[in-house]
């Protein structure tokens, strides 16, 4: 059984972007915890508390504490990661949302979507996959959260695809996209494509030429 991740974070009772700014330069992540029941809290936390749950096995969908110094109530809610937003330029974390979670209510969450094995297409043909999706979205309880959803590719061949509808999905999650979406496909190589409009693009100059050629003669 995985050990339970804690993360320790402290109320803030100032708001507006003056506050976050300073938080962030004394070197503390700003954040909110919301959900359908309870008050709203507004946080703040050390980066190195979020590298906790992100490096999980889990990553972004572990459920899991946040301990709150400073609520008047428990300080300790069940939480996962709803979003986040990050430096442009740093691609640190400059404010976090956590969703507070109850056991026997569903939520909506992203899965990444992970693939298995080299496909024919790209290793015997000299193609390359190209994954339109990342990740996917499901509806399910808490504790029925996948990791991850995978996808097995060796059988593929250039021009092949996988949709939504050919994922297998864990038994207890409903599926909220679109079932005729492509996930993934492979496709030809870059080069045969670019020759082949080189080709037709000569082609049509050709043609052209032999057109005016023609009307100079009949002038």
Same mark, same amino acid.
């Given at each position: ?10 109320l803030?009772e ?52 946040i ?43 992203n ?5 298995e ?6 290793k ?13 979205q499901?509806?399910?309880l ?7 959803? !995978? ?11 996988v ?21 993934? !496909? ?34």
């Open positions: 059984m995985a050990q339970e991740i804690v993360m320790q974070a402290q803030r100032e708001t507006g972007k003056n506050e976050m700014r300073r938080l962030r330069k004394s070197g503390l992540v700003p954040g909110i915890i919301f959900g359908r029941s309870g008050e709203t809290a507004q946080v703040s936390f050390e980066p190195r508390e979020l590298d906790k749950v992100i490096h999980s096995e889990a990553g972004f969908n572990t459920i899991f504490t301990d709150v110094e400073g609520l008047k109530e428990d300080n300790k809610r069940q939480v996962l990661i709803k979003e986040y937003q990050l430096d442009p330029v740093t691609h640190n974390f400059i404010h976090v949302s956590f969703y507070r979670v109850r056991a026997d209510r569903e939520i909506e969450v899965i990444p979507i992970v693939t094995g080299e496909p024919v297409g790209v015997d043909q000299g193609g390359s996959l190209d994954i339109v999706m990342r990740d996917i499901v509806r399910c808490p504790g029925d959260i996948p990791e991850s959803i !995978h996808v097995n590719v060796t059988g593929l061949h250039i021009g092949d695809q949709r939504v509808s050919e994922l297998t999905i864990p038994d207890k999650v409903e599926l909220l996209e679109d079932t005729d979406a492509v996930v993934l !496909h492979c496709v030809p190589p870059r080069k045969v494509a670019v020759v082949e409009e080189i080709e037709e693009e000569e082609e049509a100059a050709e043609e052209e030429a032999a057109e005016a050629g023609e009307e100079e003669t009949e002038e």
